[in-house]
């Protein structure tokens, strides 16, 4: 008589119940128009990028080495626009090159197109978050008119502290080569460590996105699991991303000189279905905790079956 082992039954268990907890998401983002929302996200990243990343190159160059800084954040621009970086930093550098015409008065224009991602990011998670049996959590208006440069604040302290390792870095290494001859085993601060740097970022930034966003209160171990879980996936939808459109895209020649545009929005409209994807996990589990029902279970059915 043949026994199946605890892990194989386990795994039997375990599987219709991911599956179906899965397509339940799906379905509730559906629901909440996550495609639209995701493409107003989307655009208005697009629409942020350029002046948040030069504001904040403009504000840290009084600080840090403005070379590294520009090191450090075509990085990052590699991890929100992977085919196309390259097109953000030259408006970056291009705004830069205009720092004395933007003037004190630019400034407040600056950060006004800086914050739309994070206004249309807010709105969006509402919707994500405001299921029709949801409770409501009152928020005041002074707190999401803050909230974004918040963020923005947070995000330059990033920036800031990963351009000065790269600068302490790249110092320790001039000093080791004048007085040793040869450059260190580990000159600077490589390609890779960056690269790991800013996933903790993403991965910080998302999770915390998840925690302080929403207008209900999310568990603090919830929002850092869907921002776990959102990080590997856009890491690796933005590998195959790099791929595609260096392989096998026809972009080119369906858009012609709007391609590069049209590449760059998609790419962005894709980490935004990402990002509100994990919010909606986050909303499910949510859910079923207020219930007091596994996370396995639709409470919405089982309210329907009690009733009928």
């Known amino acids: 008589m043949l026994r ?24 509730a983002f559906l629901r909440n128009r996550g495609i639209l929302l995701a493409g107003g996200v989307g655009y208005n ?16 160059a009084r600080v840090v080495d403005e070379t590294h800084l520009l090191e450090v954040l075509s990085v990052q621009a590699q991890h929100l626009a992977p085919a196309h970086a390259e097109v953000l930093l030259e408006a970056v550098r291009a705004l ?58 947070v995000l330059g302290a990033g920036l800031m502290a990963l351009t ?42 998302f999770s915390a996105i998840y925690k302080v966003l929403p ?14 879980v959102a990080t590997l996936l856009w890491e690796g ?16 020649v369906v858009y012609g000189s709007l391609a590069t545009l049209i590449v760059v929005l998609l790419s962005l409209e894709i980490g935004a279905i990402i990002l509100l994807l994990g919010a ?3 909303a499910e589990l949510e859910h079923n905790a207020r219930r007091g029902v596994p996370w396995y279970i639709d409470p919405r059915r089982q309210a329907v079956t009690h009733v009928d």
Do not use: C
């Open 280 to 282: 909606q996990v986050i």
């Open 215 to 228: 207008v209900v209160k999310v568990a603090l171990r919830r929002a850092v699991i869907g921002g776990l």
């Open 4 to 27: 199946h082992s605890p892990s194989r039954h386990l795994l039997f268990t375990q599987l219709p119940r991911v599956a179906g907890f899965l397509w339940r998401v799906l379905i």
């Open 164 to 205: 000065l390792l790269v600068t302490l870095a790249s110092s320790l290494n001039a000093l080791w080569l004048a007085l040793v001859g040869r450059e260190m085993p580990f000159a600077g601060l490589s390609g890779p460590a960056l690269n790991l740097a800013s996933f903790i970022g993403v991965f910080l930034l």
């Open 45 to 60: 990243i697009l629409l942020s990028i350029v002046p948040l990343f030069a504001l904040l190159v403009v504000l840290l």
């Open 237 to 252: 939808v933005r590998l195959l991303l790099v791929y595609y459109f260096a392989n096998i895209s026809f972009v080119n």
């Open 96 to 153: 830069l090159d205009t720092r004395e015409v933007i003037g004190i008065l630019g400034f407040p224009i600056l950060l006004l197109f800086s914050s739309f991602a994070f206004r249309m990011l807010e709105d969006a998670l509402a919707i994500i978050f405001h299921a029709p049996d949801t409770h409501h959590q009152g928020r005041s208006a002074w707190v999401s008119v803050l909230l974004p440069y918040a963020f923005m604040v």
